[in-house]
């Protein structure tokens, strides 16, 4: 009897380890990883918070503090070094990379702007703010590209529900740091320097590419919306921790206890991943011995039929012929490579559109500490408009992706002409900025916030779609581009020269102070609608510009979005190679047969992804 329950005992702890190590290396398991990466990965927006200390701490005007904030919009976007790099490396690298250049390029800043190290020059400051927001591309690169190449039939909801933790992460930083720091805002830049690179390097072994299950879109979709009420639920819950944080002062003891909501809420995914795993274990265990395998036995090969060469095809095989069919791409939805998707003019259309769309509302983003001290709001009014603008820029990521998923798998409604939409919203928002009507800067946060993170999603799902997944970790990236091309024509050049001029005007009629720095430089300050009015104006117009080149690109793919873009992904295993087919011999509940699950094709393919893995 002992010797059975000792038996037992071992033989059941063997069980929970084995699907213990089911769950972690399943690809729930990965997305519930890579939410919470995205979570992370977002410090990028919430640089309106500590843009100020930098200005004060180093003695930048508004242009040298642009200028600033393009180059941490370009680290954040070119990513084409981090997209390469994982063509050749698994995602593991990529993820390590990101977490050193995180640490280190936010740390670096952290230590200038509290004085612990001498003053670094500009440039350098440049450098490092580069580097850290460069952290963000490789976690992009590695775990959200990664989830969408194993979930292809979904890549609008994946997309929306990935870039949504995104933007939800500067709400997440704030209320964290809030907790761990109280109101020291130089601390968040040491917040975001250790945490990302925590996260990332703990959940590294689960991040891989994972064969897709042909036909499972459906069934996928189901578990993707049980995440995303998952988010909707921390959305809303840091909404009204906003409010709350903005109306009263709270104790120290407030603030943890809202910093350990946060932190169960973002593990409740765990929850879904569970039940959906031990569902598949279960009809696996059941299924074990019951399934027959048959070998489909390959038709005989066919002599393929001599065909003489036409004379176009005769030139075709010259070397020019081949120059020309090197730059020639196939047909839209077919996998590109890097070069022809570059070279093709839907991909110059987008990109043309993202700059003028992602341009502006990053340049409302980046400006909104500036913006609202110049409309005579409080500092702690313009965190709220910081922590709307996160928030929003979520649901519109979500929005965006799920709903636009939805209207094309429907309706054949194309993803092109969301975003089109989208960027005429945008105009909107940059109006109500520019013309500074009395709290209109509450409802200008709201539509800019969500027009800048509904733009992301469409523009990637787009890039896949129309190019293929071959080579989408680099072109992936490729599109982010377009992001600091718009951050410094718009942001640097004109809203920040723009502000400087009227700052020094109004210097000169003595109707604002010119605070001297403490080592260098002027910190002009600019107050009035004026110091923003034509600058907004200008970002109106390009957008409405943006919007006009958007059209051509739904006028000329309006015909491969009628079909049936996805259909390749559903024409079952022998499209993807797989020769094996599972005879169901045992009867559900119903009475139906049983067919091959999630489970069961996991566990013989485990030894060749450990196979790829290693490689």
């Known amino acids: ?56 701490s180093l003695g930048y005007d508004q242009q040298t503090l642009n200028t600033l904030g393009f180059f941490k919009d370009l680290g954040a976007n070119i990513g084409v070094i981090s997209g390469l790099i994982a063509e050749v490396t698994p995602p593991w690298v990529v993820l390590a990379i990101g977490a050193g250049m995180n640490l280190f390029g936010y740390l670096m800043i952290y230590l200038a702007i509290t004085g612990r190290t001498a003053k670094p020059r500009f440039w350098q400051m440049c450098l490092y703010i580069c580097i850290g927001a460069d952290s963000q591309s490789f976690a992009n690169t590695g775990s959200l590209v990664t989830c969408v190449k194993n979930f292809p039939e979904s890549r609008g909801v994946v997309l929306g529900l ?29 917040l975001i320097a250790w945490l990302p690179a925590a996260i990332s390097i703990l959940f590294i072994p689960t991040i891989r590419i994972m064969k897709p299950i042909p036909g499972s879109g459906k069934s996928e979709l189901k578990v993707f919306y049980y995440f995303l009420y998952v988010s909707l639920v921390l959305a809303g819950y840091l909404m009204v921790a906003i409010i709350v944080h903005n109306s009263v002062t709270l104790p120290r003891q407030a603030y943890d206890a809202s910093a350990a909501v946060i932190l169960i809420i973002l593990f409740l995914p765990l929850i879904i991943v569970f039940r959906v795993e031990l569902k598949s274990w279960l009809r696996n265990q059941e299924l074990h011995g019951l399934t027959i395998e048959k070998q489909s036995t390959p038709a005989a090969p066919q002599p393929l039929p001599k065909v003489s060469l036409s004379e176009e095809t005769k030139i075709m095989k010259t070397g020019w012929g081949r120059v020309v069919e090197v730059f020639r791409g196939p047909g839209r939805g077919e996998d590109f490579s890097i070069l022809q998707a570059l070279v093709s003019l839907d991909m110059m259309i987008l990109f043309i559109a993202t700059i003028c769309g992602i341009g502006g509302t990053l340049t409302a983003i980046d400006n909104m500490g500036q913006i609202g001290e110049s409309l005579g709001y409080p500092q702690r009014t313009i965190g709220t408009f910081v922590s709307l603008i996160s928030i929003w820029n979520y649901l519109g990521r979500v929005v965006a992706g799920f709903c636009s998923e939805i209207f094309l798998t429907r309706y054949r409604f194309p993803r092109t002409l969301v975003l089109t939409l989208v960027l005429l919203l945008s105009c909107v928002g940059h109006l109500l900025i520019a013309f500074g009507l009395p709290g209109s800067l509450y409802v200008a946060s709201v539509i800019i916030g969500f027009c800048f993170g509904a733009q992301w999603p469409l523009v990637f799902a787009i890039i896949s779609e129309l190019f293929g997944l071959k080579y989408y970790s680099t072109l992936y990236n490729f599109g982010a581009v377009a992001s600091p091309v718009g951050s410094y024509l718009l942001n640097v050049k004109v809203a920040g020269q723009l502000y400087d001029r009227e ?65 390749k992904f559903r024409e079952g295993a022998a499209a993807n190679g797989e020769e094996t087919q599972m005879v169901p011999v045992a009867e559900n509940s119903a009475g139906g047969a049983t067919t091959t699950t999630d489970g069961e094709r996991r566990i013989k393919n485990e030894s060749s992804e450990q196979t790829r893995e290693t490689r």
Do not use: P
């Open 503 to 567: 700052a020094e005007k109004q210097r000169a009629a003595g109707l604002a102070t010119a605070v001297a720095a403490k080592a260098g430089g002027k910190d002009l300050t600019c107050i009035g609608v004026k110091c923003f009015r034509l600058s907004f104006l200008i970002v109106t117009a390009v957008t409405l510009f943006g919007v006009l080149v958007s059209l051509m690109l739904v006028l000329r793919t309006r015909e491969f979005y009628k079909s049936d873009i996805y259909a």
């Open 162 to 190: 990935l870039k949504g933790f995104v933007g939800l992460s500067g709400a997440i930083f704030t209320q964290l740091f809030y907790a761990f720091y109280g109101d020291d805002s130089k601390s968040l830049v040491l």
């Open 1 to 56: 009897m002992a010797v059975d329950g000792a038996t037992g005992g071992v033989s059941g702890m063997a069980d929970s380890l084995r699907f213990t190590s089911y769950v972690v290396r399943g690809r729930w398991f990965m997305v519930f990883a890579s939410m919470l990466i995205m979570s992370a990965a977002g410090a990028t927006y919430i640089f309106g918070i500590y843009s100020k200390d930098i200005k004060s």
